[in-house]
């Protein structure tokens, strides 16, 4: 098991264009959410995605966008991107039933940077 | 809203001596709080949850409801101990993990 896994691992974006990073979640894991790391910060919950369906969102603009698909793995959409959005991204999953243990499984990040 | 500080950026301490990573909360009702840790070229990965009282790799936290803390103690630090400690309440309503800044804790021979 490969456990989660994202890609790309880095890429590089301007001010304006779109980006899609996506997740592989552990293998029997059906919730997937995400968090957006800025440098010197802890993670920042952006969502969680359970039944293809956003089922708790953090405190960003619609900007970000995503979608679960019926295998479980998903996609994190950020549209107009701006200087500020450089950061590492992690995708972390779980069991909706073990949502609770506090006990997640993260990726390694793809880390956007905008210029 | 949950809220998780830890004051300390940077911590360095040599092997075999104490280490204690702090973390304070602001949550209303009963709280659940874990830390996570991440060694490099390692992901984040949970280290203990405090309902557990278990010991991992020789840390403890101890929930302290009166000062609001949850801190990380080890009473003889090793090398392999460095690594990025967060301190992670659990937002029980939106079934979320809110992160603290982190610690970076280092472990000089």
């Known amino acids: 098991d490969a456990g989660v896994t994202q890609s790309p691992t880095h890429l590089i974006k301007t001010r304006g264009q779109q980006v899609t990073l996506r997740c592989s979640p552990k293998?029997?894991?059906?919730?997937v959410s995400w968090y957006q790391q800025a440098l010197g910060q802890g993670p920042q919950f952006i969502f969680q995605y359970y039944e293809e369906e956003e089922r708790q969102r953090g405190n960003f603009p619609d900007r970000f966008s995503g979608h679960q698909f019926p295998n479980y793995s998903s996609e994190l959409n950020v549209n107009a991107l701006l200087l500020g959005d450089s950061a590492l991204y992690l995708c972390a999953s779980s069991l909706v039933r073990q949502l609770n243990t506090g006990e997640l499984f993260f990726g390694e990040g793809s880390r956007l940077t905008v210029l | 809203a949950q809220r998780v500080t830890q004051p300390e950026k940077l911590l360095s301490v040599f092997k075999g001596a104490p280490v204690e990573l702090k973390c304070n909360y602001s949550y209303s009702g009963s709280p659940e709080l874990f830390w996570y840790v991440q060694y490099s070229r390692q992901r984040l990965q949970l280290l203990l949850r405090?309902?557990s009282r278990e010991s991992i790799k020789g840390f403890t936290a101890d929930l302290n409801k009166g000062e609001t803390s949850f801190h990380l103690k080890k009473p003889f630090a090793q090398e392999e101990d460095s690594a990025m400690y967060y301190c992670a309440p659990l937002d029980r309503g939106a079934q979320k993990l809110v992160f603290g800044q982190g610690t970076r804790l280092t472990i000089n021979p």
């Open positions: 405090h309902i």
């Open positions: 293998s029997g894991h059906d919730t």
